[in-house]
Every structure is written in C-alpha cells, then in structure tokens.
C-alpha cells in the first residue's frame, strides 16, 4: 500500500471518528448518572448502566403519542413521494410527450431553491385549505420530491429498453410493465429512496413547528424540545439524551436493514450505459 493511500484512509477514519463521536457521546450519556454527565476527562464507559433515565425520558412527557405521529406523518410521506416519484420518473424516462424536457429542467430547478422560501405561500395554502394544526398539513406538502424522481429516473433509464418492449408485444400494460417488472428491477434504487426519505420525514423539526401549536399533534423532534422547555430551569441531560437515543434507533435500523440494498444501487449506477 502506497503512503498516498495510507494518508487517505487516515483522513477518512479521522473524519469518521470525529462524526460519529458526538453520537457515542450522546448514548453513553443516556446510560449515565448526573454527576458522571460532564466530568473531565470524558468518562465514557459508565461506572453502571443506569436505565432510569429511558425510564424517565418516556414518562415525563407524551412520548408514545408523539412517536406515533411521527409514526404516521413518516409513512404517508414515505407512501406519498415513493408512489409519485416512481410515475413521474418513469414518465420522464420512458414517455414521450410535448415539453418534457422543459418539465425536467423545471423540476431540476426547484431542487435549487431553498425551502425557507416556498414555506410561506405553502402556509397560506393549507390555511385556504383548512389544514393548519392537523396532521395531514405536515404530510401534504412533502408528499413529492424532485430529489427522489431524479434519481429514479437516472436508474429507470438504465433499465433496457427491450425488456419492456418484449412485456408490451405479450399485451402487458404500462401499469403492469412498471409493477410487474421495472419495480422488482429497482428495488436497490427504491431502497435508498426509502432511507432518504424516512430519514428527512423522520427528522422535520421547523415545518412542524410552524403548522402545529397543539400538544397533542406534536411529532417526536418537537416533543424533545418540548421536554427541554419543561425541564428548563434544570435539565435533565441524561433523560434528554435516552429520548434523542430512541428517537435515533428507527433511523438506525432502517438503515442497517437497506444499507445492501443501498450498495447495490450505488454500483448499478456506476456501471456503463
């Protein structure tokens, strides 16, 4: 091995580790005692294991409730864009019809503008619509994405064509062609679709703190905050980092579940036209 790639991989584990040291920080706090929180040096491995403090991060605020809206604000979202991004990508991708190109550009444009600035007309929007501090005024707006149709069709076209045209001389639909064969095809692209967008669902904080002022609509970011703003004048850094250690575990399984998937999607994707 070269001295180039020995400092390569030295850098790379150096940005690993200093990534991936706030979230060992944050688990071994969870486990922790108050007094061996913020002792120095860093203790950590725990003198004991302490549980108390998941305990206590669930029963000192509506915990289950607000892990199930985010629950269900999460699969709708995830329902939604996976079922619009597939027909829109494979529109782009297979179908010819009048400005298709212009569309695509469009929509490639949007990914450019920051989210701060459609927010406001989307809030005027859901008033018209009557969907301010309701559930589905989280998950309407996000039931698309530009990212995710981009990326499907840059799989969808690597797909061969003579597959789908062999489906059409045997009398099958587009529908079917699209169900029957193209979605088994891609199901390591659809895999990391499914990440993406759990993850950025998952994690919204400011659109649902500005659609929902009602305790019981909170999502499981906003009731962390909320649990903060309880416990304000002393926290209690130990149940605050059990809360955010079990919001984080679904974001972990998911991913150690598709990371294959994930893999392969990545090396499809580099490999010649």
């Excluded at 587009?174 to 990440?195: A, D, G």
């Excluded at 955010?244 to 010649?272: H, M």
């Amino acid at each position: 091995m070269t001295i180039k790639k020995i400092s390569k991989y030295i850098i790379l584990y150096g940005i690993a580790i200093a990534m991936i040291l706030p979230f060992l920080w944050m688990i071994s706090t969870s486990f922790k005692s108050a007094n061996e929180i913020f002792t120095i040096p860093i203790k950590w491995i725990p003198s004991s294991f302490n549980f108390d403090n998941f305990s206590k991060a669930i029963s000192s605020f509506p915990f289950v409730r607000f892990f199930m809206n985010s629950v269900t604000v999460t699969i709708f979202i995830i329902i939604g864009q996976l079922v619009t991004s597939v027909m829109a990508a494979y529109a782009f991708a297979r179908m010819e019809f009048k400005g298709k190109n212009l569309l695509f550009v469009i929509l490639l444009a949007g990914l450019m503008l920051p989210a701060q600035t459609i927010m406001i007309p989307m809030i005027l929007i859901l008033k018209e619509l009557h969907l301010l501090n309701t559930l589905p005024g989280i998950i309407v707006p996000f039931t698309w994405s530009a990212l995710i149709v981009f990326l499907l069709r840059q799989f969808f076209m690597k797909i061969p064509k003579e597959i789908e045209e062999a489906a059409m001389i045997d009398g099958c639909s587009t529908f079917r062609i699209v169900t029957s064969i193209v979605l088994p095809i891609s199901k390591p692209i659809l895999s990391t679709s499914f990440i993406l967008i759990f993850i950025y669902a998952w994690n919204q904080y400011f659109w649902p703190l500005l659609i929902v002022n009602k305790e019981e609509l909170y999502t499981l970011q906003l009731g962390l905050a909320y649990f903060k703003e309880v416990n304000a004048i002393e926290t209690d850094w130990g149940a605050l980092m059990a809360g955010t250690t079990l919001t984080l575990l679904p974001v972990i399984i998911v991913f150690v579940i598709f990371q294959k998937k994930v893999i392969e999607s990545i090396a499809f994707s580099g490999g010649k036209e």
